[in-house]
C-alpha cells in the first residue's frame, strides 16, 4: 500500500494538496482540546452540532469532539459514534468510525421531545432518541473532549459548527459537504481551522465564540482538513472508495490492483480495455469543475475514457479521454449541443502522467499536464448541474466507444475551478512519495556554506543516498557516494529539501537556503 509524503514542502507551503489551503487541527488523545466560549448564544436546548473527523483510532472510552458540558456533546465511544447525556449515561450508534477517513457527524436535538433528537453519520440518521439538555450550565465549549471523563481525541477535527435551530434530515443531506461562509441563518459558531497559525481560532459566524488552543503545540498541529469543495476522491489504496467523505463509492466491474506509478502494490487499478470499469454511482455535479488524476494508456483505443458522467449517450455527458485512436487529448461535455477542447499529441503510451481538466464559472475550459496548462478554450462552455446516473471510469455512454486500456490512479474531482497554482501544487505533491516513513535525527547533518555536511563519520556507510529537490518537487541531485562533506555549489540560489536515506529504509529531510 501507498503512504504519501510531501517531504517538508507540506510544512512550507500551507496551500498544497487541498484547494484554498483546507486545514483541520489534529489532536494527541493525551491532553489536546480547543476551549471556547459560554456565551448566551450558545446556551440552546434546541439547535445542530455538527464537525468532520478523521481517525485510525481515537482511543478507549469516551473521547470529546466537540461538547458544550451539561448541555449537548458528540462523542466517539470506543470509536463508535454517540453523544453524551450528562447524569443519564450515552446513546450509541455502534457505528465504528475509526477508519482512517474523514466523516461528517451531526446531532441534531430538542429538549425532552421523545425520539426528538438524532445522530447522522454522512449526511444520513442514524440513531433517533430521547435527549435531554440541561439550559444554561455555565461551562465553555470543548472540542477535541468532553470533560466527562477527562478522555482527549486522538485523530483530526475540522468545520466544527453549532446551530441555534434543529437541522432536518433533507437539510443536513443537503448541505453537510458543503462550504459555509459564515451568514447562513441560525449559525452561531463556525471553526474551520484554516488560521494555521497562533494559537486562537476565529469564529466565523460573527458571534464573537473564538476557541483558544491548550496543550497544544501551534507549530504542528495543523494538518490538510476535509476539502468541502472536494466531490469525490478516489486514491485506489487497495479499493475503490471515495475519501472524500461524500460516500460515492465505486463498484468494481473487471478492473484489478496493480502497481502505482511508485511502485507501490495494490494501489492503482488496471484496465483491460475489453470490458472493466467501475460505475461511481448517482450523485449531483455541473458548474464550476476540476477533474485531475494519475493514467498510463497502454493503448488508443477509440475514445477510450478515463471518466464519462453523463445520463447516456450525448446526455449531459462530462467526457475525458484519448481522442478518436490516437494521442490526443480529448476533454468534452454536452450541454446544449457538445462543446470540446482536443489537444493533440499529448499522452505518452505506457507512461505514468498527471492530468488536470477545468471548467471556469464563465464557462473556459483548461486542460494540464504534469502540472503546466497545454490547452485553453476561452468560448467554451460549463456543464449543468443536475443529477448523473450513467458515471463512468474506463468506459463510455456511446456504444461506438471502446474500453479504456491501461491504469488509473488518484482521480479527485471539485466543484470548483482550481487555479494553476493549486493544480501544480497537486501535481508536486504526488511527485514525491516514498514508501516507509520512519525518520532519523536531522541533527546528524546539517548544511553549512553550501556544503552537506554529516557529524559522525562513523555513520556514513549506514546512508545509502542523498537527495534534493526544489520547491516545485523537481529532484535536482542524488548521489550513493556519500563523504563528511557534499558540495552544492553547482545549484543555483534557492530554497531546497534534502532527503537523508539510510540502508535500512529510514531518512530525514532538511529544508535550507543556498546563498
Known sequence: MKTKLLLLLIMFFSNIYVSSAQKALNFDGVNDYVVGTNNASLNTSQGTIEAWIKTSNAGAGLRGIMAKPQQYGIVLKDNNLAVAEWGQGEKNTNVNLADGIWHHVAFSFNNMVANGSKLYIDGLPVLAFTYQVVAGSGQQILVGTSSKYQQYFNGAIDQVRVWNTQKTDAEILANYNKCLNGNETGLVMYWNFDEATGTTITDLSGNNNNGALTNMN????????????????????????????????GTLAGP?????????????YYFDGADDYIDLGDWENGGAMTMTFWARWDAFNNYSRIIDLGNGSSSNNIIISNYQTNNGLFFSTYTNGETKLITTNTITQSQWDFYAATFGINGVMTVYKNGSQINQKTNGVKPNTLLRTNQFIGK????????????????????TTLSDTEILNLYTYNTLKVDKIENIATSTFYVFKNTLCFKNTQNIPEIKSVE?????????FKTSKITAQINLNQLQKGIYIVKVDTKNNRFSTLKFILQ
Open 256 to 268: 484489478v490492483l496493480t502497481t502505482d506509478k511508485d511502485g507501490n502494490a495494490e494501489s492503482a
Open 218 to 249: 501551534a507549530s504542528s498541529i495543523w494538518v490538510s482538513g476535509y476539502d468541502c469543495n472536494l466531490i469525490v476522491y478516489y486514491s485506489f489504496n487497495g479499493n475503490a472508495r471515495d475519501e472524500s467523505g461524500n460516500g460515492h463509492h
Open 396 to 415: 463510455s455512454n456511446f456504444s461506438q466507444d471502446d474500453y479504456f486500456k491501461g491504469a488509473i490512479d488518484e482521480l479527485r474531482i471539485y466543484q
Open 468 to 476: 534534493i529537490y526544489n520547491l516545485l518537487g523537481q529532484n535536482v
